[in-house]
C-alpha cells in the first residue's frame, strides 16, 4: 500500500478509535476535564510540529473566523461531544456526528449562498430523517437528550466547516487546524481549574485516554488526513471518512463491549446514506474550474476538504 493510503488508512482509524476512547476518560475526568486535557494535549503536540510545517502567523483580518472555528469546532464540539457521550454509547455518537456535512451544506447555503442541488436537498432529508430515528430508538420510544446534544456537536462541527472554507483559500489545511485548535484551547481555559481538580483524582486509564485523545486523534491525526488528501483526489479521501462509523462501531464492541440496537444502525445506515448524496452532486463549471486550480497547486498549498472528522 502506497504511503497516502497507509496515512488514509491511520486517519479513519485514528478518528474512529476516538469516540470509545472518549467514553474511557470520561468517568475519571468528567466532561470539563476530559475537553480540557484533550485540546490542551493536542495544542502543545501541533505547536511541536509548526516549525516542521513553516506555520505562519495568521492574518489580522481573519482573526474572527479563526475564532468561530476554534470556538465551534473544537471548544464547543468537544464539550458538547463529551456531554453527549457521558448518555450516548460510542457507535451511536459516531453514527450521529457523521451527518455533521448536512448542517455544513445547509449553512453554506444560508451564509455563503452555495447553490442547493435536488441531491443535497434530499441526501440532507434523509440523513436528518436517519438522525432522528437513532434519536428515538432508546428502549421507550422518546428523544434522547444524549442524542441531541451529540447532534448539537454535529452542528457545531458543521459550522466549523463553513467558517474554515474561506481560510482555506489563503492557508494551507495544516495551517488552519492549527489555528483552531489553539484558538479552541483558549475557550475552555475558564475550566482549566475544574480539570486540574479532576486530573488530581483521575485514574490512570483516564489519564491515558485523554493524552491519546489529545496526541493521536486530535494532532497526529490532522497531520495524517493532510497528508493523504494533499496526495489524492478529493472523492477518494472524502469517500474514506464514510468508514468512520462503522469502524468506531467495531472498535466499541471489542474494546468496551457495546452492542448498536438495530434500529440505530438503520439510522445510521440512513445517516450516511445521505451524506453520500449530498457529496455526489455534479459540481459546475466555475466548481471545476476552481478544481483544476487546486490540482496545479503545491502540495503544501491545498486545504483540507470539508470532512466529518472523528470523537
Known amino acids: 500500500m502506497p504511503l497516502h493510503g497507509v496515512a488514509l488508512l491511520a486517519t479513519v482509524v485514528l478518528w474512529a478509535s476516538a469516540f470509545p476512547a472518549i467514553r474511557v476518560g470520561l468517568p475519571g475526568l468528567g466532561v470539563a476535564g476530559l475537553s480540557v486535557w484533550r485540546l490542551v494535549v493536542a495544542s502543545v503536540a501541533l505547536a511541536c510540529l509548526a516549525p516542521l510545517f513553516k506555520v505562519r502567523p495568521p492574518h489580522r483580518r481573519d482573526l474572527g473566523l479563526i ?29 450521529l456526528v457523521a451527518i455533521a456535512p448536512v448542517f455544513s451544506v445547509l449553512l453554506s447555503a444560508g451564509f455563503l449562498r452555495t447553490r442547493l442541488t435536488p441531491s443535497t436537498v434530499v441526501g440532507s432529508s434523509v440523513a436528518l430523517l436517519g438522525a432522528a430515528v437513532i434519536s428515538l430508538s432508546g428502549d421507550s420510544v422518546h428523544l434522547s437528550l444524549g442524542a441531541v446534544v451529540v447532534l448539537v456537536a454535529a452542528f457545531a462541527q458543521g459550522t466549523y466547516h463553513v467558517a474554515i472554507k474561506p481560510l482555506l483559500d489563503r492557508y494551507t489545511g495544516f495551517e488552519v487546524a492549527c489555528y483552531a485548535m489553539w484558538s479552541g484551547t483558549l475557550f475552555v481555559l475558564p475550566m482549566l481549574p475544574t480539570a486540574v481538580h479532576r486530573l488530581a483524582e483521575a485514574p490512570s486509564s483516564a489519564i491515558v485516554s485523554a493524552i491519546y485523545l489529545g496526541l493521536l486523534p486530535s494532532a497526529v491525526g490532522f497531520v495524517t488526513w493532510s497528508y493523504a488528501v494533499a496526495r489524492l483526489p478529493v472523492e477518494r479521501s472524502t469517500a474514506a471518512l464514510y468508514l468512520v462509523p462503522p469502524v468506531a462501531l467495531v472498535v466499541a464492541l471489542v474494546w468496551l463491549g457495546e452492542r448498536p440496537r438495530p434500529l440505530e444502525l438503520v439510522g445510521g445506515l440512513m445517516g450516511i446514506a445521505g451524506v453520500i448524496l449530498i457529496n455526489r452532486w455534479r459540481p459546475n463549471a466555475g466548481d471545476q474550474a476552481r478544481k483544476q486550480t487546486h490540482d496545479r497547486l503545491p502540495l503544501r498549498r491545498r486545504g483540507i476538504p470539508l470532512s466529518s472528522a472523528g470523537g
Open 67 to 95: 475564532l468561530l472555528a476554534g470556538f465551534a469546532g473544537m471548544a464547543a464540539y468537544q464539550v458538547l461531544l463529551n456531554w453527549g457521550e457521558v448518555h450516548v454509547a460510542a457507535g451511536t455518537a459516531s453514527l
